[in-house]
């Protein structure tokens, strides 16, 4: 017998000379290791998948601490800028609202962090952000006023580039509709102190 010879089948008796194994054994074997390929070339690319989604979900995270930090300091800011006792009633009440819609800000990032199970950052005292950011001296309620401008527009630029940050694309709709806000809140400070309340047709970089 050649060598050829013995690696034909034997289709008579339904066997295959070099294993011993009949044709429907040798059929589901094939299929079998099909499929392991198939699965083999679907896993990395699944577990990729997820590895992205994960690593997405983290950097999200981050960011919204980092967006969390922002309204808590502008909160901070305002029970300050209370405190001096140099706001008349009546830009005390706007103060006051504005605190309120930081506070609201603030809720609806930490409620996101929670929702992809991160945890939020705890809000620092006003001393550490003064120590980080220190704001100027405040003589009477023109300054305060034009402190608090300067922290709502520096609010409304990082909301912007927030935006950019984040990959779920209900946390950059957040991330503007929470941008426009403090923006509205620059602008109506800056009407305040006798300024063009919108100095421009784009919202600044920086």
Known sequence: MTPFDKHVSVVGSRRIATTGLGFDEVFDILLNAADVARSNLAAPWASSTRKDSTMNETQDVDALNEGLQGEYFGITAYDAALGTGLLSAK???????????????????????????GRASAPKTWKEYAAMYPPPKLANEADVLRYAASLER?????????????????????????????????????????????????????
Do not use: N, Y
């Open 154 to 206: 520096s609010a409304a630029v990082a909301d912007t580039k927030m935006v950019a940050k984040l990959h779920d694309p209900a946390l950059r709709t957040l991330f503007a509709r929470i941008g426009g806000v403090e923006a509205m809140h620059w602008a109506l400070l800056l009407s305040t102190l006798g300024e063009a309340p919108i100095p421009d047709s784009f919202l600044p970089v920086d």
């Open 91 to 117: 830009v005390a009440t706007v103060a006051k609202g504005f605190q309120a819609d930081h506070r609201a800000h603030a809720q609806a990032i930490r409620e996101a962090i929670e929702r992809l199970r």
